[in-house]
C-alpha cells in the first residue's frame, strides 16, 4: 500500500495524527480534520486524481433561514464560528438569516446545517424552506459528481473531401 505525502488532499494543510486516514485504491489519504476526511469521502475522485487539482475553488453564496432571529451577541458568537470552518470565507447574520460564501470544493451546505445544528441553531421549518434546502443539497451533490465524472471524449469530425 502506498501512503501519499502528509498534506490534506481535500485543502492541502498538513495532516493531523489524530484524523483517521481513508484508503483508496491502495493508497492512504491522511485528513487536516474530519472535515475534510468527510468531504473526501463523498467524492474520493475529486480530490485523488488530477481533476480536483485542476480546480482551485468553487464559490457558493446562500443565504440560511433560521427558525428564529437571533440578537446582536448570539451573531457574534455565530460568525467566528463558521468563518473556522474549511472553506467558508465569509458570514453574515442578519436577524434570522445567515449569507455565507463557501467553496463548495471543502464544505457543502449540508455539513454547514449540521454544524448550525451542532451549536443549538434551528433552521426554518417551512414547507418552502426544506424543498429550498433539498433542492441545493441535490443541485450541490449533482455538481461533485459531474467535477468528478470522466471527461467526455473528443472526436475531431473532419468533413468528407468531396
Given at each position: 500500500?502506498?501512503?501519499?505525502?502528509?498534506?490534506?488532499?481535500?485543502?492541502?494543510?498538513?495532516?493531523?495524527?489524530?484524523?483517521?486516514?481513508?484508503?483508496?485504491?491502495?493508497?492512504?489519504?491522511?485528513?487536516?480534520?474530519?472535515?475534510?476526511?468527510?468531504?473526501?469521502?463523498?467524492?474520493?475522485?475529486?480530490?485523488?486524481?488530477?481533476?480536483?487539482?485542476?480546480?482551485?475553488?468553487?464559490?457558493?453564496?446562500?443565504?440560511?433561514?433560521?427558525?428564529?432571529?437571533?440578537?446582536?451577541?448570539?451573531?457574534?458568537?455565530?460568525?467566528?464560528?463558521?468563518?473556522?470552518?474549511?472553506?467558508?470565507?465569509?458570514?453574515?447574520?442578519?436577524?434570522?438569516?445567515?449569507?455565507?460564501?463557501?467553496?463548495?470544493?471543502?464544505?457543502?451546505?449540508?455539513?454547514?446545517?449540521?454544524?448550525?445544528?451542532?451549536?443549538?441553531?434551528?433552521?426554518?421549518?417551512?414547507?418552502?424552506?426544506?424543498?429550498?434546502?433539498?433542492?441545493?443539497?441535490?443541485?450541490?451533490?449533482i455538481e461533485l459528481e459531474n467535477l468528478a465524472a470522466p471527461p467526455a471524449p473528443h472526436y475531431n469530425h473532419t468533413p468528407?473531401?468531396?
Amino acid at each position: 500500500m502506498t501512503s501519499l505525502n502528509n498534506h490534506c488532499p481535500v485543502c492541502g494543510m498538513k495532516t493531523e495524527a489524530d484524523v483517521p486516514s481513508v484508503e483508496y485504491h491502495k493508497m492512504y489519504f491522511h485528513f487536516c480534520s474530519e472535515q475534510c476526511r468527510e468531504t473526501f469521502v463523498a467524492h474520493p475522485v475529486l480530490y485523488s486524481t488530477k481533476v480536483g487539482k485542476q480546480r482551485n475553488e468553487i464559490l457558493k453564496r446562500r443565504t440560511m433561514r433560521l427558525a428564529e432571529p437571533v440578537n446582536d451577541e448570539l451573531a457574534e458568537l455565530i460568525i467566528p464560528y463558521l468563518t473556522a470552518v474549511m472553506g467558508v470565507q465569509e458570514v453574515v447574520v442578519e436577524s434570522d438569516k445567515v449569507n455565507i460564501t463557501y467553496d463548495l470544493l471543502q464544505v457543502t451546505e449540508s455539513q454547514i446545517e449540521k454544524m448550525l445544528h451542532e451549536i443549538g441553531l434551528q433552521l426554518g421549518g417551512s414547507w418552502l424552506e426544506i424543498l429550498r434546502r433539498g433542492w441545493v443539497h441535490n443541485s450541490e451533490e449533482i455538481e461533485l459528481e459531474n467535477l468528478a465524472a470522466p471527461p467526455a471524449p473528443h472526436y475531431n469530425h473532419t468533413p468528407p473531401q468531396s
